[in-house]
Every structure is written in structure tokens, then in C-alpha cells.
């Protein structure tokens, strides 16, 4: 018959398996495999690609040589495409516009029933915050009209400059 010892030691031996395979291995908190794969990636707000949009405004104005002063409903759609290089944001947009901004003086009635532009635009991107300046050339029509459809219009070309801002709240919505 088995000793005691041999009993005791049998019995510890038995114990300690049966503790491993209910437990498992134990293992220190820093030597734990990563079951979380590789590192999210980061996800930058960029300016840059293709972009349209629709305008809705209001329109007032002068005419140097009498004394009315066109005013009216303006909406439009507009177009364009930005590239960016870290923070720098470059690109150019085109814009046209319909109006029924008029004003009558004497028999005769001024409109300006379409107008538009195509600018160059440059500018800094800080998050989904863009401030820049644009220029370029500016195009529209001016329209004098009687009564008995007496009418002369005129294409007139200009500039156009300035600066603005612009804010992103969704990845494919801007807000001006």
C-alpha cells in the first residue's frame, strides 16, 4: 500500500491540474496578447475635392447715370473644386445667379436678371473652419425696358474680390 506521503503528494498533484484546467494559465496584466488590432486611424476634416451648392439672397443696388435702385429676390447654384496641402486650401468656383431685382423710373424699368462670376480662392483650413480670400472676374446683365417693348440690354464684365469664411458642421454640408 502507497505511503501517506506518496497519498498526499498524489492527491496535490491532482489538486493542482484540476486547478489549471478550470482556471487556465495565469499570466501577468502586461504580458496580455492585444486582441484590439491595429490602431484606430485618424480621420482629419479636409477641404479638399468637388463641391456644389444652391444660393437664396436678396439683391439691392444703384445705377450711376439715374436715381433707381433695383432691388429683389436673387438665387442661384454654384460650383467648384479645392485642394489642400496641410493647412493651405487653394482651388476656384463659379457661380450664376437669376434675379428679379428692378426698379422703375420715368417709363422706363431696370433689371438685372442674371449675373455671376469665376474666382481663384486661397485660404488657411482650421479644423472645419476655412478663412480665405477670392478674386476674379465678375459678368451680368442689365436690362432697361419701356412700355410698347422698347428694351436694350448690356453684358457687362468686371472683378470681383474679397474674403469670407467658412464652416463645416457636417462632412458634406457647409454652412457660409
Same mark, same amino acid.
Given at each position: 500500500?502507497?505511503?501517506?506521503?506518496?497519498?498526499?503528494?498524489?492527491?496535490?498533484?491532482?489538486?493542482?491540474? +484540476?486547478?489549471? +484546467?478550470?482556471?487556465?494559465?495565469?499570466?501577468?496584466?502586461?504580458?496580455?496578447?492585444?486582441?484590439?488590432?491595429?490602431?484606430?486611424?485618424?480621420?482629419?476634416?479636409?477641404?479638399?475635392?468637388?463641391?456644389?451648392?444652391?444660393?437664396?439672397?436678396?439683391?439691392?443696388?444703384?445705377?450711376?447715370?439715374?436715381?433707381?435702385?433695383?432691388?429683389?429676390?436673387?438665387?442661384?447654384?454654384?460650383?467648384?473644386?479645392?485642394?489642400?496641402?496641410?493647412?493651405?486650401?487653394?482651388?476656384?468656383?463659379?457661380?450664376?445667379?437669376?434675379?428679379?431685382?428692378?426698379?422703375?423710373?420715368?417709363?422706363?424699368?431696370?433689371?438685372?436678371?442674371?449675373?455671376?462670376?469665376?474666382?481663384?480662392? +486661397?485660404?488657411?483650413?482650421?479644423?472645419?473652419?476655412?478663412?480665405?480670400?477670392?478674386?476674379?472676374?465678375?459678368?451680368?446683365?442689365?436690362?432697361?425696358?419701356?412700355?410698347?417693348?422698347?428694351?436694350?440690354?448690356?453684358?457687362?464684365?468686371?472683378?470681383?474680390?474679397?474674403?469670407?469664411?467658412?464652416?463645416?458642421?457636417?462632412?458634406?454640408?457647409?454652412?457660409?
Amino acid at each position: 500500500m502507497a505511503s501517506f506521503a506518496s497519498r498526499l503528494y498524489t492527491a496535490a498533484l491532482a489538486a493542482a491540474a +484540476a486547478s489549471i +484546467a478550470i482556471t487556465g494559465a495565469a499570466s501577468a496584466a502586461d504580458l496580455t496578447p492585444n486582441f484590439y488590432g491595429a490602431p484606430p486611424s485618424y480621420l482629419a476634416f479636409t477641404w479638399a475635392g468637388l463641391y456644389v451648392g444652391a444660393t437664396l439672397g436678396y439683391e439691392w443696388g444703384s445705377i450711376d447715370n439715374n436715381p433707381t435702385h433695383p432691388n429683389g429676390v436673387a438665387g442661384g447654384f454654384e460650383t467648384g473644386f479645392n485642394w489642400q496641402n496641410g493647412n493651405f486650401v487653394y482651388g476656384g468656383e463659379a457661380d450664376i445667379n437669376f434675379s428679379a431685382a428692378n426698379d422703375t423710373f420715368a417709363p422706363w424699368q431696370f433689371s438685372n436678371p442674371w449675373f455671376g462670376t469665376v474666382r481663384g480662392r +486661397a485660404g488657411v483650413a482650421i479644423s472645419n473652419v476655412l478663412l480665405f480670400g477670392t478674386a476674379g472676374l465678375a459678368y451680368g446683365e442689365l436690362t432697361g425696358t419701356t412700355s410698347g417693348n422698347l428694351s436694350e440690354s448690356h453684358t457687362s464684365l468686371g472683378w470681383v474680390a474679397g474674403f469670407g469664411r467658412r464652416r463645416s458642421k457636417l462632412r458634406a454640408t457647409l454652412v457660409g
